[in-house]
């Protein structure tokens, strides 16, 4: 925005506060009048005489507030963006330990080569045991007999220790 639109803008928005505070302000005295005037007339018999103004204050209110609304958005934007942003990092925080090992898994699983546990090497897939050293790269699970990688610790299809 240029300087032109930006103090037009920045006038539009005193106007709609100065505006949607009078409205608001009108509108609560007409109804606090109004309904002041309503249970006053409990204890004479009369019928009350300024009830009307409830039916002209009540409206009132949400209009005075939604321009109230426009004229502070800015603000309460950047309010609700101060008090969430903490929080979002936050958990971000929280989560990227979670979200490095599952990019480590995709990235391992998408992987053509395979290191070696012993010495480092890159392997391929589906060898058995290395090329530069010979250590094995697999190996079997006692309890199950499922193949595991020769650096785990624990079985992944039974969970039990190696």
Known sequence: MNEQQEQKHARNKRILKIVGFAILIVG?????TGIASFFSSFGS???PDLFWMCFVGFPLLPVGGFLL???FRREMTQYIKNEGMPVFNEAAQEAQPGISAMASAAR??????VPCPRCGAANDRD???????????????PACGNEVSADAK?????????
């Open 28 to 32: 609560l005295g007409l109804a606090v």
């Open 108 to 113: 391992q699983g998408f992987a053509e080569s």
């Open 45 to 47: 018999g009369e019928m």
């Open 154 to 162: 624990f079985c992944d299809g039974c969970g039990k220790p190696l």
């Open 69 to 71: 609304a426009l004229g």
């Open 127 to 141: 060898a058995k045991f290395c090329k530069e050293c010979g250590a094995p790269l697999r190996r079997t699970c």
